[in-house]
């Protein structure tokens, strides 16, 4: 891809989403690797639900290695609770033609949060493609890049490139909930 970030389609129900996601407070922070895992974190205001990812039983101490070294990716016990983040998960892949369904996270920048400005490295930010539903947020956030930002609405899938440096501002009154999809697409 050659835009940073572009938005690509509308109307993706979230609806459903940010029901379960209310009734489910307990589904937050359960590994918090990327948010408080290390000193230097962009993600420090930033909460998450790891959906699916590298099986848990793989983490042996080592962080960097972790993420870092060839994986499959397994559906993580939460989905129970919100089984709507498989359902869109599974209809994302379908509309951006289909292929290998890596990790999902669900990542919450609270009211005057924000995420630093830093690039994601490693195996899985290198092998998958990035997509992301927004699930709450308004205009007054965006998901930023040097030459261009994205001020998604509920609903809205977009695609982004997170081997440039990038950054998240939240200057609103209300949380911003992102649905994010990796994808390695057949004919990529
Ligand atoms: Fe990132």
Known sequence: ???????LSSGYDVAPLVDQLARNPDVWDRYT???KGYEATPHKSVSDIWVRFRAWSEFDGDAAKFANTAH??????VIH???TAWSLARRV???VGGGKLGGVLITRVPAGGEVKPHVDQGWHAGHYEKFAVQVKGNAKQAFCFEDRKLSAMPGDLYTFDNSRCHWVTNGSDEERITL?????????
């Open 33 to 35: 690797l990327r948010t």
């Open 81 to 83: 609770q919100i089984p």
């Open 72 to 77: 499959e990716s397994v559906w993580y016990p």
């Open 1 to 7: 891809m050659t835009l940073s970030i572009e938005h």
């Open 180 to 188: 994010i999809i990796c994808v390695r697409r057949h004919e990529h």
């Open 93 to 95: 892949v379908r509309d």
